[in-house]
């Protein structure tokens, strides 16, 4: 058990530890599941109650599965899918029935809202960092435009930490596994100081990288190399948070908090899939076959082709992946008597950079950088109670959001015969108004109301020069584009997302609902473009997609559902059913054309929908099993290309058919000397494409969707845990785990360069079978 202070009530909870594992109060309840406590609508509320599809893990499950950040929540809800990005070991792509941001350049939003503490995190860049102290994440499915803003389209995601207790307290944990994975994780809580609580929480992890790099077989090209790279898909990765408490009055609080993120590691290894020009077995790049040469060189690439995971590559390029995160945020909370106001006022700061071997070979056909700046400023302000005797409950709220970002992009192809300087840049202004209404109709039917309004604007900067080599008769150097800020017209967006939603509680332990809802992703510029012409009336920098930003995706959203909890409280059971009608999809294609970048198309219209299952069922005191499944249709309405519908010939990205977990706690054996667990779970991903392309094309080495189709994967973890034993006067865990235990090994994620490339195509692989020990202590 633990305490936890929900809007200044305090909470004993506990977890009902499942893949829908939810934080609990501490009522005396061993005959049931509890009471499932979230703050999703920025009120404390039993998650049965609340009327829309949402999933809830407590501290007791994240830690039960080793879960610190992002990534390894994507098998916690139904409908939910979160990858990393291909190279990257710290940017995601989160899937939400079907939404998702496949491009991650900086210019471009997510589809999902990401929140820390109630600060907005606003791109996939840096967004898989550690927290070592969360009390609880809340997934909720489904647009959230009303109390979450413009790019909560297909849903959010709140990671809440624990706050400091004002008592004195502490925990240790050691973690020692596969390729010398290291971890040591902390938390001190110190005792309350007049006004002032602290705590200062953290964890350090290294890891051997997955990838062994050998010396270079290519005679000539940096056989220098392994010296410097040895390994690729390494971890080394610290963060830490600093939390101070001040109780200014009877009626205010004020919670500072300062997070620090940095990782220093070698990205995930490209491995090269295929590479096919028109069906010839031989690739563009082989001297044998159409010559494809710049400056009299070669680039053999097909004998290093292959589908199987390796374990030992060579490459030709310095990878690196970094990433360093700190946020400063204030949130101040004062009890009105009958409503409570909140200000949320946070700064991020983001520095970002990579260096990626894109040919998964030892020859030195294509190495790309980015190296990124951002930061952001948010200021919300929120209040919150009830009126008419306590029958309409209201949060108003309005939140202003200002970023800037910037990326250089350096890029090398073919030794050295390409070489592109491309950089894009943004700023972003966004203020916001939202309110949602909540009203009693009758003791057991209620109606909700919400909306928000937004506006922002949006400029864009962009430059591109071309180095081609000399020998083959291009000179260098030619500045593409030299777009400054205002060089180009701003783009402005307003939008109204409005929400509706009756709720109705057949009995005490049976609530349904229906709802409406409608999200926005913002629109903007496409930073990557290469897109550039003559100048134009209308276009006078010739830059064509930053004179004509894409517009703001749209989804409306119709959703039924039922919440049960049934068998004297040992099972509950929920099911949402929804369909989502999309508008304007922003869709990123990737064109291995010049400089690596995406075309960006408002060319889809499509409908998903989809039934999605939860279960938490506890047949006795000491078993605990829970689990979900998902289904998902998604189709293309509408989806134009150079004027055709092509609408049943495009893939519809990260959108598997079928999802499915299974979960299980078994508390073995109990006493004086401790406890006795095992943890195991299964989560199933049927096949899904990761990219809208054509899913027929006239030669192989086009960029066709079954190259980049993933196969699927069933993942199965198991834990063993030995807890609350006395050791040396404090309270001791000796932990074993194995993740993957079945060696899933096909690919997750994947580029295709298309024919302008010979069709090379890269693979990205989930990691093997791995297992550790640790041992913790609490304080």
Not at 160 to 171: F, N, R
Not at 296 to 318: C, E, N, T
Not at 425 to 432: D, E, Q, V, Y
Not at 499 to 511: F, P
Request: charged residues 20%.
């Amino acid at each position: 058990m633990h305490s936890v202070i929900f809007k200044g009530v305090l909470v004993t909870t506990a977890l009902a530890s499942a893949t829908t594992g939810y934080a609990q109060d501490g009522s005396d309840n061993s005959d049931g599941i509890g009471e499932i406590v979230v703050t999703a609508q920025k009120r404390a509320e039993n998650i049965q109650d609340v009327p829309i599809a949402i999933s809830a893990v407590g501290s007791e499950f994240l830690e039960s599965r080793g879960i610190t950040s992002i990534d390894g929540l994507g098998t916690v809800s139904p409908n939910v899918k979160i990858e990393r990005a291909p190279s990257s070991k710290t940017i995601t792509q989160i899937a939400i029935r079907g939404s998702v941001t496949i491009n991650p350049a900086i210019t471009w939003e997510p589809a999902v809202g990401l929140y820390l503490d109630g600060v907005y995190i606003a791109k996939a860049q840096g967004s898989i960092f550690d927290v070592a102290d969360l009390e609880r994440v809340e997934i909720l499915r489904g647009p959230q435009g009303t109390l979450y803003g413009r790019n909560a389209l297909a849903g959010a995601i709140n990671l809440i930490s624990k706050k400091p207790s004002g008592e004195a307290g502490g925990s240790l944990e050691l973690t020692y596994g596969s390729y010398d994975y290291r971890k040591i994780k902390g938390a001190i809580d110190l005792p309350q100081m007049g006004i002032f609580s602290a705590k200062v929480s953290g964890q350090y992890v290294k890891r051997d990288g997955l990838v062994d790099v050998v010396p270079n077989p290519v005679a000539g090209v940096l056989s220098a190399l392994p010296n410097v790279v040895n390994q690729t898909d390494t971890i080394d990765s610290g963060s830490f948070m600093v939390q101070l408490r001040a109780e200014l009055s009877d009626a205010i609080t004020a919670d500072y908090t300062y997070d620090y993120n940095k990782q220093k590691q070698r990205p995930p290894f490209a491995q090269l899939l295929r590479v096919n020009r028109n069906g010839d077995p031989r690739d563009i790049f082989d001297p044998g076959s159409p010559s494809f040469a710049f400056g009299g060189a070669f680039f053999p690439l097909h004998q290093y082709a292959s589908p199987d995971r390796q374990k030992v590559a060579s490459i030709d390029g310095a990878v690196y992946e970094r990433s360093r995160a700190y946020g400063h945020a204030l949130t101040l909370t004062a009890d009105l008597g009958g409503a409570t106001l909140k200000s949320i006022t946070a700064y991020r700061d983001l520095a970002w950079a990579d260096g990626l071997d894109l040919d998964g070979s030892p020859t030195p056909v294509a190495f790309t950088q980015r190296i990124t700046d951002y930061h952001a400023f948010s200021q919300e302000l929120q209040l919150a109670g009830t009126a008419f005797t306590d029958r309409l409950n209201y949060v108003l709220g309005a939140f202003y959001f200002k970023e800037k970002a910037e990326t250089l992009g350096p890029q090398v192809f073919f030794g050295g015969g390409a070489d592109f300087q491309s950089d894009y840049g943004s700023h972003t202004k966004a203020l916001a108004v939202y309110a949602q209404l909540d009203y009693d109709l009758t003791d057991a039917l209620k109606l909700s109301l919400g909306g928000r309004y937004t506006n922002e604007k949006k400029d864009i900067r962009r430059f591109l020069r071309v180095n081609f080599d000399a020998a083959n008769g291009i000179f260098a150097p030619l500045v593409v584009a030299n777009i400054p800020y205002g060089g180009v017209p701003d783009a402005k967006f307003n939008n109204f997302s409005p929400a509706a939603t009756l709720s109705y509680a057949a009995s005490e332990d049976i609530n349904l609902y229906a709802r409406f809802a409608r999200g926005f992703k913002s629109g903007g510029f496409n930073g990557e473009t290469n897109d550039f012409g003559a100048p134009t009336a209308t276009c006078p920098s010739g830059a064509l997609e930053l004179c004509d930003p894409y517009d703001p995706e749209k989804v409306d959203s119709y959703e039924l559902g039922i919440k049960t909890r049934l068998a004297d409280g040992r099972l509950i059971f929920n099911v949402a059913a929804f369909r989502d009608d999309h508008k304007d999809i922003q869709l990123s294609i990737f064109r291995a054309t010049g400089a690596a970048s995406s075309i960006v198309r408002n060319a889809a219209s499509a409908r998903i929908q989809g039934l999605e299952f939860e279960a938490i069922a506890k047949p006795v005191d000491s078993l605990t099993i829970n689990g979900s499944l998902a289904l998902l249709d998604a189709d293309y309405n509408r989806y134009i290309d150079a004027g055709v519908d092509v609408s049943d010939n495009r893939a519809f990205p990260h959108t598997p058919k079928v999802s499915a977990s299974l979960g299980v706690d078994w508390a073995v054996a109990e006493g004086d000397w401790g406890k006795f667990n095992l943890y195991g779970d299964i989560n199933h991903v049927s096949s899904y494409f990761t990219f809208p392309y054509p899913l027929r094309t006239p030669t192989p080495s086009d960029q066709n969707a079954f190259n980049t189709k993933s196969k699927g994967r069933t993942i199965i973890n198991l834990r063993a845990a030995l807890s609350e034993f006395n050791l040396g006067g404090v309270k001791t865990e000796i932990a074993a785990f194995v993740r993957n235990l079945t060696k899933e090994d096909d690919p997750s994620n994947f580029i295709d360069f298309g024919p302008g490339f010979g069709g090379l195509t890269l693979g990205y692989f989930p990691d093997p079978r791995t297992w550790g020990v640790s041992v913790g202590v609490r304080f």
